[in-house]
């Protein structure tokens, strides 16, 4: 260990000469005793620890200067050729630079932890890669805001919080060097303040980036940011970036996570508040003059308006439909105990099926126990007469059609016996007005329907 660190180099904070390690102490002595740091160093005794680690501490500031600037100088060195800028991970907590594999273990016994005053040591020792992402961040940031807002205001803590808790992959980083995704979320858990919302929070910061790294992918640059794609202009493609990462398929017209769409629409336009507010505030991460301010303003005032008038004809109804076909598919499991003594019965008496019918309109059939019965035996025995293929319970035998040979008329007698027979039992469980209101509801039933047909 002593040979390596005989080698090294040690840029000077001070006069950013670049000394050898071995000389850098007397370098400090000679050149920068009066400074405050340096007479801390030489406080502590000669080869103490403590003066060791003191020293350390200096060093490793300025290597993570170097770092942002693109200047690796970790603090192992075993990996030669290795020096990919991506591959090292700053410590949050002392600043050296070590591989993401060894920074887990470098944390266990991080000088700077242990000395650390006011958090307990195991919370620290916590997401110590996205910590890393985050210091590399707020440095990153030219206009120091992201980390300058962590101390001015009381609620960044919890943004930084919420950093923490983010995966320490690309989606994260980016959404924490991003000002505006930065803002969103810091905005996002003013509005609610609850633990479990952090998590929302980070949910919704990686989704904007996403958006955010699948824009940049559109338009071949690496450096768009946030704020830049909230203009009239981006807006085609921004719908182009949406639907990539929500899985778009424009054969089957479908979406692999229509939630997201959503989602996404609303924080866009969360985002547009956001920004109009940092535009008029003139916050300096922004970087412009007044003049080129009021028509910022306006483009992100016309965006807004396209996201509120497009992203629904766009995105919105499909993925809506999308999102409730894919609720009907997951039962909807109801503890049985909040359930009333008539509720309880028709549980017992009655199955409840979802038919997508006409439009994106869920049409609810209960089947009565007796129904029930026969479609058992129906099943029973489908495999002797129905081939495999035929996805339809009522099957027209070795076809894959469904089964049409009931007349119509004869098929609206038999809806009319089943409604009589609903009718009846719900006057035998003499269910309240509300529980009547709610079993209509459940049939699917308008409330005109309702009145004509029950009451
Ligand atoms: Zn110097
Ligand atoms: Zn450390």
Not at 29 to 51: A, C, D, G, L
């Amino acid at each position: 260990k002593e040979k390596t660190d005989a080698k090294k180099i040690i840029q000077c904070k001070y006069c950013l000469e670049d000394i050898a390690n071995k000389n850098f102490m007397r370098h400090l002595k000679r050149n920068h005793s009066t400074e405050k740091e340096v007479e801390s160093i030489f406080q502590y005794p000669k080869n103490s620890k403590e003066r060791r680690h003191a020293l350390g501490i200096l060093r490793n500031e300025t290597n993570f200067n170097l770092f942002i600037k693109g200047t690796i100088r970790p603090n192992r060195n075993r990996y030669k050729n290795l020096v990919e800028h991506e591959k090292y991970y700053p410590c949050a907590y002392c600043k050296g630079l070590f591989f993401k594999e060894y920074l887990r273990r470098h944390v266990k016994n991080c000088i700077a932890i242990k000395t650390h005053a006011n958090a307990s040591q195991v919370e620290l020792k916590k997401n110590v890669l996205s910590r890393s992402h985050t210091i590399t961040a707020c440095a990153v940031d030219p206009t120091n805001v992201i980390s300058k807002l962590n101390v001015k205001e009381q609620y960044l803590v919890f943004v930084f919080w919420v950093f923490d808790l983010m995966k320490a992959d690309d989606i994260a980083f980016e959404a924490k060097k991003d000002l505006l995704i930065a803002h969103f979320g810091n905005s996002y858990l003013k509005k609610l303040k609850r633990e479990r919302m952090a998590y929302a929070c980070s949910t919704r910061m990686r989704e904007l980036s996403r958006l955010l790294i699948s824009f940049r992918k559109i338009i071949y640059n690496e450096n768009v940011s946030f704020k830049d794609i909230l203009h009239p202009k981006h807006f085609d493609m921004v719908i182009t970036a949406a639907r990539h990462i929500v899985g778009y398929d424009s054969f089957k017209r479908k979406f692999k996570s229509p939630s997201l769409a959503m989602h996404l629409g609303t924080s866009l336009k969360f985002t547009c508040d956001e920004l109009t507010h940092l535009i008029v505030q003139e916050s300096e991460g922004l970087n412009v003059s007044r003049l080129l301010n009021v028509n910022w303003l306006e483009n992100v005032k016309n965006f807004k308006k396209l996201v509120e008038s497009r992203w629904n004809i766009e995105l919105g109804p499909l993925a809506n439909k999308d999102l409730q076909e894919k609720r009907w598919k997951k039962p909807l499991l109801l503890p049985l105990s909040i359930l009333t003594e008539s509720e309880k019965v028709l549980t017992g008496k009655y199955k409840r099926v979802i038919n997508s019918g006409k439009g994106s309109k869920a049409v609810v059939i209960l089947i009565p126990e007796i129904i029930q019965d026969f479609i058992n035996i129906l099943l029973d025995n489908r495999s002797k007469y129905i081939p495999s293929d035929n996805e339809y319970v009522f099957a027209t035998p070795g076809s894959t059609i469904k089964w049409e040979a009931i007349s119509s008329n004869k098929l609206r007698k038999q809806i009319a016996t089943v409604r009589k027979q609903i009718a009846t039992v719900m006057q035998i469980l003499n269910l309240t007005r509300d529980e009547t209101k709610q079993f209509s509801d459940f049939m699917g039933h308008t409330q005109k329907t309702h009145e004509q047909f029950y009451e």
